[in-house]
């Protein structure tokens, strides 16, 4: 994508620095000292010089003296702050200097002053610090730009499709807000709001969320018999319930019809949609292992996938599981009869025949030990009891979720009914031709 590109280009480039200091042995030492440290340095002695500099280039940290005969070194930071707000400032004073010092940090903004004599360890983490700063902000920036950019692309192929897209971006937006914003407890039902992300999914006519959830259930059963970590299990599903999230900014046309019916151009763009989701849940940072399983989950074990042509235990673990549960279940429904236990060793077979290819070894291994628990039906612990909404109580627990006649999630397994959930509910259920079937598990 031209963005990444972009992004990768900016972060691969030697930060620039420009040195302003009226004595010729100064800048010297400077300029020693940081091309030392791989930076690219432009000098000035004077603060109009400087000034016109900045205008012509876009430097990450700007290094000025205090003392200087035209413009004095908090004037120049002041000037410099207006011209390029986010390029980072450091002052260089002297002892002697305080009360210039407060008012370079009053009018100039300055982010750091280093007095002289400096000692190099200390002045390059400094720099390193500011250089890291002002590449966040610039960071930041540019994925606002694709993301701009996008919708605008999004925009001229399809106005209601736009229009869709944005919406259900903003309300993804919200939710991964809210997310970060969470304490300890909403962290705790961080699998209540992955099902809430997993409804824009379901929620789209071309995407299938029966296929999702199967998808995030093969993992939970890999991950189970890989013997993963707890935190590894409880993550493996959100990546199968995300997997496709990417594809909701994405024309329909890519993803309504089999890949393999796509042309060239059509499939490159499609294989795209795993860096959108990666955009998406960014700002999610303790979603940063689904969002890489997400991202490389087309990368073959031989190293001959996609986006970055990993092999082996370079792939993370995240992304092999879910490749070898998105590859099952698509084998599944591909194939023919109406025999089911036929379709799972069908899709069995399938992966092995790609084992050590494909897929590692040993999440085909744990697939085929997980093999006859995808065949079993769902069993729920503890006596149940089916009702329908005039039947609930509070304090009830719901002991699987409720989905509308769309496949819309109306409420995660194990919710706790309230007085308002029950009466949404119930006018839900007045507007069905039947009563809803609600499995409860037990009163709290």
């Known amino acids: 994508m031209q963005k990444t590109s972009e992004l990768e280009e900016f972060n691969n480039r030697p930060a620039h620095i420009l040195c302003l200091d009226d004595e010729a042995s100064v800048l010297k030492s400077l300029v020693r000292l940081l091309r030392m440290n791989k930076f690219n340095v432009v000098v000035s002695t004077d603060g109009h010089d400087a000034l016109?500099?900045?205008t012509a280039t876009q430097f990450d940290v700007v290094i000025s003296d205090m003392r200087m005969p035209k413009m004095s070194g908090a004037e120049f930071l002041a000037k410099a702050k207006k011209l390029a707000p986010d390029t980072q400032r450091i002052l260089l004073t002297g002892y002697s200097d305080l009360e210039s010092t407060v008012s370079a940090v009053n009018d100039g903004g300055i982010n750091a002053y280093i007095q002289k004599p400096w000692q190099n360890d200390h002045l390059i983490g400094v720099i390193k610090s500011a250089v890291e700063k002002f590449r966040l902000k610039k960071h930041n920036e540019l994925l606002q730009a694709h993301v701009k950019k996008q919708n605008a692309q999004l925009t001229e192929l399809n106005q209601s499709l736009e229009l869709r897209v944005e919406k259900r971006t903003k309300q993804i937006k919200q939710v991964l807000r809210?997310?970060?914003k969470a304490n300890e407890r909403e962290k705790n039902e961080h699998k209540s709001t992955v099902e809430l992300l997993y409804n824009f999914i379901n929620a789209n006519p071309y995407l299938d969320g029966n296929r999702a959830q199967n998808i995030a259930n093969t993992c939970t059963h890999i991950a189970l018999y890989l013997n993963a970590s707890q935190k590894s299990i409880d993550l493996a599903p959100t990546a199968g319930y995300l997997a496709q999230i990417g594809l909701l900014a994405?024309?329909?046309?890519?993803?309504?019809?089999?890949?393999?019916?796509?042309?060239?151009?059509?499939?490159?763009?499609?294989?795209?949609?795993?860096?959108?989701?990666?955009?998406?849940?960014?700002?999610?940072?303790?979603?940063?292992?689904?969002?890489?399983?997400?991202y490389y989950q087309y990368e073959r074990y031989n190293g001959n996938g996609l986006p970055k042509g990993l092999s082996g235990?370079?792939?993370?673990?995240?992304?092999?599981?879910?490749?070898?549960?998105?590859?099952y279940w698509e084998a599944y429904e591909q194939s023919v009869g109406d025999n089911e236990a036929e379709h799972h060793q069908h899709a069995l077979d399938t992966i092995k025949l790609y084992s050590g290819t494909f897929y590692h070894p040993k999440i085909v291994r744990a697939l085929e030990a997980s093999h006859n628990k995808m065949k079993e039906k769902k069993s729920t612990a503890g006596s149940v009891t089916i009702c329908n909404?005039?039947?609930?109580?509070?304090?009830?627990?719901?002991?699987?979720?409720?989905?509308?006649?769309?496949g819309i999630m109306l409420l995660p397994k194990g919710h706790v009914f309230s007085r308002k959930s029950i009466e949404k509910l119930q006018q839900l259920e007045a507007k069905k031709p039947t009563p809803f079937r609600i499995m409860i598990k037990s009163a709290k």
């Open 313 to 327: 235990n370079e792939i993370p673990i995240g992304a092999m599981v879910l490749s070898v549960a998105r590859d």
């Open 250 to 294: 994405m024309d329909p046309d890519l993803y309504k019809k089999p890949v393999n019916k796509l042309t060239e151009a059509q499939r490159k763009t499609f294989y795209t949609h795993p860096s959108t989701a990666q955009l998406m849940l960014m700002p999610a940072l303790h979603l940063h292992d689904v969002s890489d399983a997400i």
């Open 178 to 180: 809210q997310l970060e």
């Open 52 to 54: 016109q500099k900045m």
């Open 389 to 406: 909404a005039q039947e609930l109580k509070e304090n009830m627990v719901l002991g699987n979720s409720i989905q509308s006649h769309t």
